[in-house]
């Protein structure tokens, strides 16, 4: 089982900055790799980034690369999402979660979920 809390979302300018956590208790937080996705009113979970298990690797939606940077902190149980110019867009709740398996692009290849943090970007 695994606990998944994130937070730092928020309402922010066109061109603004923030920095998601995500929070993770229950089995060691270094032993599986994480995604971050996120879901717009009357659209489908949308993949954003995935890093592996040591950090070492990681991966992005088209629509985020060069903007965003995912990354973790084994010793702190944290995974982060750090967005840089931020677009109306990318308005949507934010949802961090465990990989199990298949391929990382995909909702179904991950089996734990925080609960999600708001993110709105004004323009």
């Known amino acids: 089982q695994v606990q998944l809390v994130e937070s730092g979302g928020g309402l922010v300018q066109a061109g603004g900055s923030l920095r998601l956590s995500c929070a993770a208790s229950?089995?060691?937080?270094?032993?599986?790799?994480m995604g971050w996705f996120r879901q717009a009113p009357g659209n489908e979970r949308e993949f954003v980034a995935h890093i592996t298990r040591s950090g070492g690797n990681s991966y992005y939606a088209d629509s985020v690369k060069g903007r965003f940077t995912i990354s973790r902190d084994n010793a702190k149980n944290t995974a982060y999402l750090q967005m840089n110019n931020l677009k109306p867009e990318d308005t949507a709740v934010y949802h961090c979660?465990?990989?199990?398996?298949?391929?990382?692009?995909?909702?179904?290849?991950?089996?734990?979920w925080g609960q999600g943090t708001q993110v709105t970007v004004s323009s």
């Open positions: 979660a465990v990989f199990w398996g298949g391929s990382y692009y995909y909702p179904s290849s991950y089996n734990y």
């Open positions: 229950g089995r060691t937080f270094s032993s599986y790799a």
